[in-house]
């Protein structure tokens, strides 16, 4: 449930997010090469650029450190009496929604299994939504496969490559079931297993599909102005949708 926040809120956490920004953008660049591979340098490389210096550069003219965050108001949506008649009850529901394996469609994946640790997903086994030779279906990810794109040089994308693979690391999820219908008083939903893609197939048995994306982190997420890592999930709480006002069924 995320509200609107406020000009002062936004001020004191713009630093710390500049921070966060540059690293990301800066390792962006270097270890995928995003904007030029082997070319000359384009416009649009000038102004990624540029936005990354300046996004250093301000980091040496930051303000005060505005310390812990339990100092900084939480922020609360501005509609939440239009929605929401016993807030109390509603913290109780969203907890309880969050840890009950009832949620999933099997009775077995809750919220709470893919945001248990801090908050995010640590699980290091069959968290590849797109395997390889290298890394086959239900692999134990290790730490020295990471990075998968690896230069000879981390500040030329230019580089020779050392190593690549076209893995990317998610998070998993449930099998794939064709559902059938609901069961008064059952944990999971009726349903029947389906043929799945190879990276989710292991000698004709099903192992969980796994999302694109590694799963965020929820601590401190009541901070974030969108959720989700493309920022989909809009800052204004509709109680009906992730997409606030922008849905165009509401």
Not at 10 to 27: D, G, I, S, T
Not at 195 to 207: E, K, R, Y
Request: a positive charge; proline letters at 5%.
């Amino acid at each position: 449930m995320n509200g609107s926040l406020s000009i002062e809120t936004c001020r004191r956490n713009f630093q710390a997010e500049r921070r966060v920004l540059a690293c990301k953008f800066y390792n962006a660049i270097l270890w995928k090469g995003v904007i030029m591979r082997g070319r000359g340098i384009t416009m649009v490389w000038r102004l990624a650029l540029g936005f990354l210096m300046l996004a250093i550069a301000g980091l040496n003219a930051q303000g005060p450190n505005p310390g812990s965050l339990k100092r900084v108001p939480v922020p609360q949506p501005t509609n939440l009496p239009k929605y929401v008649k016993d807030r109390t009850a509603l913290v109780t529901l969203g907890k309880t929604l969050f840890w009950d394996m009832q949620t999933g469609s099997d009775g077995r994946q809750a919220c709470a299994s893919c945001h248990f640790h801090a908050g995010a997903d640590h699980r290091s086994q069959n968290q590849l939504s797109k395997t390889s030779d290298a890394l086959p279906v239900n692999h134990l990810l290790t730490l020295d496969e990471f990075p998968f794109h690896v230069l000879a040089n981390a500040a030329d994308n230019r580089s020779a490559v050392l190593r690549d693979t076209p893995a990317v690391a998610g998070s998993g999820g449930l099998f794939r079931r064709i559902f059938v219908d609901i069961v008064a008083g059952s944990a999971a939903d009726s349903g029947y297993d389906a043929a799945d893609i190879p990276a989710f197939s292991l000698g004709g048995v099903n192992v969980r599909q796994v999302g694109t994306r590694n799963t965020p982190s929820v601590i401190n997420a009541v901070f974030n102005f969108r959720n989700f890592w493309d920022g989909r999930a809009s800052n204004i709480f509709t109680g009906m949708t992730p997409f606030g006002d922008s849905d165009p069924d509401l």
